[in-house]
């Protein structure tokens, strides 16, 4: 039998090279990034979305890609992402407020 060749499961479409094997804390960083990630946006979310066999990373030949696993798990990042989701959030907040105001005048 071949080699088993490792996947990248967090990969992001401009990233290359060799894949690395998880390691206990590498996994578990990522699974932690992972459901942070699922309730932001951008690339990161498709990803983490994508990541469905990651339960069985210890048999399974998965892996991950070193600028990868970087951009899934950068804290600068995830802030500047949830940053922005909160903004997004008040923005929509206050637009059903004001068509809330607006239904309540036009049906008074
Ligand atoms: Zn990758």
Redesign the pocket.
Known sequence: MASVSTV?????DE???R?ARFTEHAYQRVVECREIWKTLDGKQREVAENTGSLDDWQDSAVG??R???SKFTNKTLIDRAIARCEKARLRSTDDLSLSDKEKMNTSG
């Open positions: 990248c499961v967090i990969h992001f990233e290359d090279g894949v991950y890609h600028g990868c696993y």
